[in-house]
Nanobody, 129 residues
Framework: QVQLVESGGGSVQPGGSLRLSCSIS????????IGWFRQAPGMEREGVAC????????YYVDSVAGRFTISRDNGAYTVYLQMNDLKPEDTAVYYC??????????????????????WGQGTQVIVSS
């Protein structure tokens, strides 16, 4: 049984930082992409960051590039999203996702929801003063 469990969300003031974790079990991540998505109230879910387990390459949506960093602990089957300089518009429920076809290198295709087979339950991030 494949499980993805996100953690690390919370409330933070603008300019603050959070690190989200996604623990993955029941699935080998060889040649897979892993993505972080977010959904704000009343908005569609959007992909924000992704990583390829094949070559470790990463890709970000423009709105978070330079502020967010996705990384992977291969041994622990955990993927992280370090979020710095948080802004109120980053407020959302954040989800991780994996599975899908082989992903040899990260790109915008890994920020598409329909690429992935498995999703976590989400973790809330609130950025407010």
């Amino acid at each position: 049984q494949v499980q993805l469990v996100e953690s690390g969300g919370g409330s933070v003031q603008p300019g603050g930082s959070l690190r989200l974790s996604c623990s993955i079990s029941g699935l080998t991540l060889d040649f897979k992409g892993i993505g972080w998505f977010r959904q704000a109230p009343g908005m569609e879910r959007e992909g924000v960051a992704c990583i390829s387990s094949s070559d470790g390459s990463t890709y970000y949506v423009d709105s978070v590039a330079g502020r967010f960093t996705i990384s992977r602990d291969n041994g622990a089957y955990t993927v992280y999203l370090q979020m710095n300089d948080l802004k109120p518009e980053d407020t959302a429920v954040y989800y991780c996702a994996t599975g899908g076809p082989e992903a040899f290198s990260a790109g915008d295709y890994l920020l598409r929801e329909n690429w992935y087979d498995y999703w976590g339950q989400g973790t809330q991030v609130i950025v407010s003063s």
